[in-house]
Structure formats: C-alpha cells, structure tokens
C-alpha cells in the first residue's frame, strides 16, 4: 500500500468543561453529540498524573480537498 492510498485522519480535542470546584468534570454529552454529528469519533483519553481526563481526543478520515479543515 502506498502512502497516497492510506487512508489520512484529521484529530481534534475537547477538554472536558470543569465545574467551579475545578474537580469534578461537567457531563460533556451535549459537546460529544455535536462531534459525533460531524463525524468525530472518540479514540483516546488523556488524563492528568494522578487522576481525571484532561483531554478527549477524536479522528475521522480527512476530507481529500486541501483547506478542507472546518476547525
């Protein structure tokens, strides 16, 4: 397989929206929705040392058009 028939990935992140105690998350399920409607697809958390998510990571397949990125 060559490198231009591999498929490419886009990747984005969300950080968990904290509360006012700064340690418990908030629910992201609204945020989650709306990536899933765009076609994000979670694959990987990052969490602090000690415990907690700092990020969510998700991929989809990049678009083929260059400058194709919706942010």
């Not at 998510?53 to 400058?67: D, H, I, W």
Request: aromatic share 10%; hydrophobic share 25%.
């Amino acid at each position: 397989m060559s490198r231009s028939d591999a498929c490419r990935w886009e990747y984005r992140t969300l950080r968990p929206p904290r509360g006012e105690t700064k340690k418990e998350a908030e629910d992201p399920q609204a945020a989650l929705n709306e990536y899933g409607a765009d076609g994000w697809e979670l694959v990987e958390t990052i969490d602090y040392t000690g415990g907690g998510t700092k990020y969510l990571v998700f991929k989809r397949p990049a678009e083929t058009n260059a400058g194709a990125d919706d942010g």
